[in-house]
């Protein structure tokens, strides 16, 4: 993955600090984000080759950005982290993850999406 860039977008500070520099090590680039507004400029103009985002955050959803994103760039690699079950059943076509992530399945889920 160490070729592959991302784009992070998470509105908790704590979390996205501890997991941009998780992704850091793993990652050629990492993109960070603190709403879904913010994400989407960052997406426009970087074309990273995964985003995840969280679906609640402020400024625009999750639910909008990969709105948005798909109608974009239909083929862009997209997870989505929630608490919420039902929530992420509402979001088609991406991987998703539910919080409390599990650092196995994090990686594993990345290490799919970036062959």
């Known amino acids: 993955m160490k070729n592959k860039t991302i784009l992070y977008a998470e509105d908790d500070l704590m979390v996205s600090k501890v997991m941009s520099m998780i992704l850091a090590r793993e990652f050629r680039k990492v993109y960070t984000a603190r709403n879904g ?8 103009e970087h074309k990273p080759d995964i985003v995840i985002t969280d679906l609640a955050m402020p400024e625009m959803s999750g639910f909008e950005l990969v709105e948005k994103i798909m109608e974009e760039k239909p083929d862009t690699k997209i997870v989505v982290t929630t608490a919420y079950r ?10 998703k ?11 594993k889920c990345l290490d799919e999406l970036g062959k």
């Open 86 to 95: 039902e929530e992420a059943d509402k979001v088609q076509g991406v991987k």
């Open 37 to 44: 507004k913010e994400a989407l400029d960052l997406f426009r």
């Open 97 to 107: 993850l539910f919080k409390p992530i599990d650092r196995d399945e994090f990686f």
